[in-house]
């Protein structure tokens, strides 16, 4: 299903025309990756992009059954970008999250009803890029952390939010709240932010990423920093 979509929704190169669902779609097309400039090292789009790159990044993606249709109705709707349900509520995410939709405001940390306690302002906040908004189909949580490291932009200090603040305002805030967590995503991010700069030091853990345990769109990643490199000691892990 994805790939049908990704006809028209995905930042891609065109191979050869005439893709016809079930085909092998990468005989047709090249996805953009995040493994150059047109991307912050943690997947976020430094342009406007179609999403289905993001959407594969998602955890909610990688690990579960999220499709384009959980979210957007393919023939229309009364809602905002044809989606299913109000973005505004929790109903789209309440169908997997069922506990979390229930209650927000307990892992949110925010008052009822305020931005900050909507699934889409923490984890699909806009991206201001090239005067469009797209949402972040990462499905991502914030991790000011990254902000500091790597230069990433979080939603805690996006403009509808706290843009107010310094990211070392959040970043204490959710170590506080959800300990661990933000130097876990550093851990996650930082051998694609030193890949993307050169950085040979990266090559060891890109090396690890090459696993299938790896979400696909990662996998990718590392094999063409590794190749960027040029990482000899790679050459029989990529072949494998």
């Known amino acids: ?18 893709y016809a669902a079930g085909e092998s779609f990468y005989d047709h097309y090249t996805l953009y990756l995040p493994d150059d400039k ?24 990688a690990e579960a059954d999220l499709v384009c249709t959980t ?18 509520t929790t109903e789209l995410c309440a169908s997997c999250h069922e506990e979390i939709a229930a209650d927000p405001t307990a892992p949110s940390r925010h008052a009822f009803a305020s931005e900050g306690n909507t699934c ?14 797209m949402t972040d189909h990462r499905i991502a949580s914030p991790s000011p952390r ?18 107010d603040k310094a990211a070392e305002w959040s970043e204490r805030h959710v170590e506080a709240w959800f ?19 050169g950085n040979r030091a990266a090559i060891p853990e890109l090396r690890k990423r090459l696993d299938a345990s790896t979400a696909p769109v990662w ?14 000691s790679a050459v029989e892990d990529l072949l494998e």
Request: charged content about 20%.
């Open 1 to 18: 299903q994805i790939e049908v979509c990704a006809q028209c929704h995905a930042a891609k190169d065109v191979i050869s025309l005439g």
């Open 38 to 61: 047109t991307f912050y090292p943690d997947g976020q789009p430094a342009v406007y992009l179609y999403p289905v790159a993001l959407h594969m990044m998602s955890s909610c993606y």
């Open 71 to 88: 979210c957007h109705d393919p023939h229309g709707s009364d809602y905002e970008v044809d989606l299913v349900a109000d973005k505004r």
């Open 120 to 133: 889409v302002g923490c984890h699909m906040p806009y991206h201001h890029v090239t005067g469009e908004k």
């Open 146 to 163: 990254n902000t500091l490291l790597f230069g990433v932009p979080n939603s805690c200090n996006a403009a509808e939010c706290h843009a």
């Open 179 to 197: 300990p661990g967590f933000q130097e876990r995503e550093a851990d996650r991010i930082r051998p694609y932010a030193q890949g993307k700069q």
């Open 219 to 232: 996998r990718a990643v590392s094999a063409t920093l590794l190749g960027q490199l040029s990482a000899v």
